[in-house]
C-alpha cells in the first residue's frame, strides 16, 4: 500500500514531468531539422510578416486563398524567427508545442484515479509520451501549421473537465457550470485562431450527454460548455472575423460563400474535397484505407496504427460494456468511468465529424496525441481478466509506437553563420522601390521571399488558387484588375522558374508583357529559385532590376 512519502515522491515526479517535458520537446525539435513546409512558404510566414507591418489590404492576395486565413498564430512565430537565431526560435516553437505533453499528463492523471498515486504517475507519463510521438504529431514537431498549438486549447478542455469529475456530476451547480464553461473557452479559443478545430469543440460538447448523470444535469453541463465555447471563439477569432465580415461581408471569407454569398467571392463552399474517399463504404471503413495508403489523407507518406486501433476497439468495447452492465457485471478498470465515458463519446464524435467535412489527417492530431489513453480506455471496457486487459493495452501501446513512421512536410538543415535566420532570400535590387508593383503568378509557394523585398514595394497576385485573370463570378477580379490599372509606376512579375511562361500568360490577360529576357533569380534557403522579371506596358518597356 502506497505511503505518505511515495504520495510526496510521485507528485513531485510529476511536477518534474510537467515542467520538463516542453523543452525536451523543444530539444526534440532540433534533431527533425528546421521547418519549410509548403504552407510556411506559402502563407504562414507571409500572414505574420503582413500582419506586424501594416500590409493587410496593401497587398493583394499574396498568400493565395489563406491570405484571408487569421494570422495570430503566425505573428508570435515570425517575430522568434526573425529576433532569434533559427536554432532558438525552433527550440521555443517546440517547446511551446511540447505543452501538449504536460497537457496530455493533467489528462491522464485525472483519468487514472482508480490507480495509487506511484503507479498513476509513471502510467500517466507513459502515455503522455506516446501521445507526443505519433507519426503525424512528430511529423509536425517545430512546424508552422498550428495543429499541433490549437491543439492545447483542446487538450486544456479535456483536461479541465477530466479534474472536475465526478464532482460535476451531481456537485454545486454554479462551480460545476462555471468549470465547464471555463473548458469550453479553451476549446472555443483554439477554434476560433483554426477554424477545423470546431470538430473537437462539438466531440467535446456532445462528450457530456455520454456521462452517468441525470438527462438535465447532462444538458445543462454541454449547454454551458458552449457558451464557453462561443465566449473562446470571440476572444480567438472575433477580431479577425468582424474584420473579414466588414470587408467582404462574411466572417469566415471565402470558405461557406454559399451561404454568405459575398461579391468578392465565388458562390461555392471553398471546401478542400480532394482527400475525400471516392466511395461509402471507404468512408464507412476510413481508417483502413488511410492507415495503408496515408497518401489519401495528407500530402505526403507516414504510418501510424492508433487511429484504426480506435477505430476497432472502441465500437468493440462499447458493446461489451453495454452487455455486461444489462447483466449486472461490474467491470473494475484503470480509469474511472465518466472519464471513460466522456473522452471516448467526445473522440467518436469528432472523429466522425472530421470523415464528414475534412479527410486531412492534420485536423486529426489532436485526436492522435488523445489515442494512447484512449486505448488504456478502450481496452478497459473488454470483457476479460484484470491482468489479461492489462497485457493487450501495453502489447497494443508498444505495436503502435514501434510501428510508428512519422510524416515529412520538408525540412532543411539549419543554418550556421552569422546570418542564422529562418528565412533568407537573396533579392536582386529594384531600381524604383516606391513606385514598383511585383505581380505575382502560378500556383506554387512564393510568399516567404517578401519580407526580404525593399518595404515599400506592392504585391499583388494575379493568378492564385482562388483568383485567375480569366475567373468568372468571382467579384475580386474587379478588385484585381482595378489596382493594377491604377498602379503608374513600373511592373516586376514574381514566380517560379518552372512557373514562368504560366505566368507570362496570366500578364497577357491583363494588358502585360513579361520580358523572359529580363529575368533575375531570387535563390532562397527554404525552396527552389525563384524567377524576378521585368513586365511591360503595351508601348515601352523599363528596365528595373538591376
Known amino acids: 500500500m502506497p505511503t505518505h512519502d511515495d504520495d510526496r515522491s510521485a507528485r513531485l515526479i510529476g511536477i518534474a514531468f510537467l515542467l520538463l517535458a516542453p523543452p525536451a520537446y523543444g530539444l526534440l525539435t532540433l534533431a527533425f531539422g528546421m521547418d519549410a513546409n509548403w504552407d510556411l512558404r506559402n502563407y504562414h510566414w507571409y500572414n505574420g510578416y503582413a500582419m506586424l507591418t501594416g500590409r493587410i489590404g496593401r497587398d493583394l492576395l499574396a498568400a493565395q486563398m489563406p491570405t484571408f486565413y487569421s494570422p495570430f498564430l503566425d505573428v508570435p512565430f515570425y517575430w522568434l524567427a526573425t529576433h532569434l537565431p533559427a536554432r532558438a526560435a525552433g527550440f521555443l516553437w517546440g517547446t511551446l508545442q511540447g505543452i501538449n505533453l504536460s497537457l496530455l499528463y493533467l489528462l491522464a492523471s485525472f483519468s487514472l484515479r482508480n490507480v495509487p498515486a506511484p503507479k ?222 466522456f473522452l471516448l463519446a467526445a473522440m467518436t464524435v469528432t472523429y466522425a465529424l472530421w470523415v464528414a467535412m475534412f479527410c486531412i489527417y492534420r485536423y486529426l492530431v489532436p485526436l492522435e496525441m488523445l489515442a494512447p489513453l484512449a486505448l488504456v480506455m478502450a481496452v478497459g471496457l473488454l470483457p476479460l481478466a484484470r491482468r489479461l486487459r492489462i497485457g493487450l493495452a501495453v502489447a497494443l501501446l508498444a505495436v503502435v509506437q514501434l510501428t510508428m513512421q512519422p510524416a515529412d512536410w520538408g525540412r532543411v538543415a539549419w543554418p550556421t553563420g552569422a546570418d542564422d535566420r529562418w528565412v533568407e532570400a537573396d533579392v536582386p535590387a529594384i531600381a524604383d522601390p516606391d513606385d514598383t508593383m511585383v505581380l505575382m503568378a502560378g500556383y506554387w509557394a512564393t510568399s516567404h521571399v517578401i519580407p526580404s523585398f525593399p518595404a515599400r514595394v506592392t504585391f499583388v497576385r494575379i493568378q492564385s488558387n482562388f483568383l485567375q485573370p480569366d475567373s468568372v463570378g468571382n467579384g475580386y477580379l474587379a478588385i484585381l484588375k482595378d489596382k493594377v490599372a491604377s498602379h503608374r509606376g513600373p511592373f516586376l512579375m514574381l514566380s517560379t522558374i518552372p512557373d514562368t511562361p504560366g505566368a507570362a500568360k496570366a500578364a497577357g490577360l491583363l494588358g502585360l508583357r513579361l520580358d523572359p529576357q529580363r529575368c533575375r533569380p531570387i535563390p532562397n534557403n527554404l525552396g527552389e529559385t525563384l524567377n524576378l522579371c521585368a513586365v511591360d506596358r503595351e508601348g515601352g518597356k523599363r528596365e528595373i532590376v538591376e
Request: proline letters at 7%; glycine letters at 14%; charged letters at 10%.
Open 120 to 341: 498513476r504517475t509513471l502510467i500517466a507519463m507513459a502515455l503522455a509520451v506516446a501521445g507526443g510521438l505519433g507519426g503525424g504529431t512528430l511529423g509536425l514537431i517545430g512546424t508552422t501549421f498550428q495543429d499541433n498549438v490549437v491543439s492545447l486549447g483542446v487538450l486544456g478542455a479535456a483536461a479541465v473537465i477530466a479534474g472536475s469529475l465526478p464532482g460535476i456530476l451531481d456537485g454545486r451547480p454554479l462551480l460545476s457550470f462555471a468549470r465547464v464553461a471555463a473548458a469550453g473557452l479553451l476549446a472555443g479559443a483554439a477554434m476560433g485562431l483554426k477554424n477545423p478545430t470546431v470538430i473537437y469543440a462539438v466531440g467535446l460538447c456532445l462528450g457530456f450527454l455520454a456521462l452517468p448523470a441525470r438527462p438535465w444535469r447532462r444538458l445543462w453541463l454541454a449547454f454551458f460548455f458552449g457558451i464557453g465555447v462561443l465566449v473562446g471563439l470571440g476572444l480567438g477569432g472575433g477580431v479577425w472575423m468582424a474584420h473579414l465580415w466588414h470587408d467582404y461581408g462574411n466572417p469566415v471569407f471565402p470558405h461557406m460563400n454559399h451561404i454568405f454569398k459575398s461579391p468578392f467571392a465565388a458562390l461555392s463552399d471553398y471546401v478542400n474535397v480532394s482527400f475525400f474517399p471516392p466511395g461509402l463504404w471507404q468512408r464507412l471503413f476510413f481508417p483502413f484505407v488511410f492507415t495503408v495508403s496515408p497518401l489519401t489523407v495528407g500530402e505526403v507518406p507516414f504510418f501510424d496504427l492508433r487511429v484504426l486501433a480506435l477505430f476497432v476497439l472502441v465500437p468493440v468495447g462499447v458493446v461489451c460494456a453495454v452487455v455486461s452492465g444489462m447483466l449486472g457485471k461490474r467491470n473494475d478498470w484503470l480509469t474511472a468511468v465518466p472519464a471513460t465515458r
